[in-house]
C-alpha cells in the first residue's frame, strides 16, 4: 500500500485481507453475544439490492434447531445413498453441531418481478455474506462458509419451510476461533483484472 492513503483507507484495506476462512471444525464457543450478532447482521443491510428487492434472508439455526438439521442431513445422505452406513450417517448428524453459531442463507432466486434475474439476486446475497463475514472479522471472530448436497434436499427444504422460489444458498458459521490456518495467497490483481481492447 501507497504510505499516503489515508488511515480509514488502510484499515479497510487491512480489514479485507486479514479475513480467513475458519471451517466450524475450528469453531470455539461461545458464538457472538447478542449484540455481536445484531453488528453482523447489520452488516447484511448494506449490501446492494436492485430495486431494494431483498431477495435473500437468513434463518439461525438453534440448539434446539440441530438435531433436526442433523437429521435431514442424514435422511439425505439415505436418499443420494440407501446403503449409507450407521457410521456415515451419524458424521451426516455430527455436522449440524459443529458451529457455535449457525445461520442457512436463503435466496428468493425466482418471482416478481421478473425483470431482475437470479442471478443479480444470487450477487446481492454474495454481497450480504461477505459484509457479514468481514464484520465477524472485525469483531475478532472466526467465520466460514460451507455448502453441500444436502442443501438442496428435500428433508432440508422441508426443515426450512422454504417456498417454491427459494434456495438454500450455504451456512454461515461463526465462533471463535480454535485453530487459525495459515495465511493464503491471494490472486495478483491482473489474474483478474483486464481492459477490454489493450493490447496483449
Not at 20 to 37: E, N, S
Not at 40 to 69: G, M, N
Not at 155 to 170: M, Y
Request: proline residues 8%; glycine residues 8%.
Amino acid at each position: 500500500m501507497n504510505a499516503c492513503v489515508n488511515d480509514p483507507v488502510l484499515s479497510v484495506h487491512t480489514l479485507l485481507h486479514s479475513r480467513r476462512t475458519t471451517l466450524p471444525k475450528r469453531l470455539l464457543g461461545p458464538g457472538p453475544d447478542a449484540a455481536q450478532r445484531q453488528l453482523i447482521l447489520e452488516a447484511a443491510s448494506a449490501a446492494p439490492d436492485h430495486d431494494q428487492l431483498l431477495p435473500w434472508r437468513f434463518i439461525e439455526l438453534p440448539e434446539a434447531a440441530r438435531a433436526p438439521l442433523g437429521e435431514a442431513f442424514a435422511q439425505a445422505l439415505r436418499a443420494r445413498d440407501p446403503r449409507a452406513s450407521v457410521e456415515e450417517q451419524a458424521q451426516a448428524r455430527e455436522k449440524a453441531q459443529r458451529a457455535p453459531w449457525l445461520l442457512v442463507l436463503v435466496v428468493r432466486t425466482g418471482g416478481a418481478p421478473a425483470d431482475i434475474p437470479a442471478s443479480e439476486r444470487l450477487l446481492s446475497a454474495g454481497a450480504a455474506v461477505q459484509n457479514m463475514l468481514l464484520m465477524c472479522s472485525a469483531l475478532g471472530l472466526g467465520s466460514g462458509l460451507t455448502s453441500g448436497k444436502a442443501l438442496h434436499s428435500a428433508p432440508l427444504r422441508a426443515l426450512l419451510q422454504l417456498g417454491q422460489e427459494e434456495e438454500a444458498i450455504c451456512f454461515v458459521n461463526v465462533g471463535h476461533v480454535g485453530t487459525s490456518r495459515q495465511p493464503r495467497a491471494r490472486p495478483e490483481v491482473a489474474r483478474y483484472f483486464s481492459v477490454l481492447g489493450a493490447p496483449d
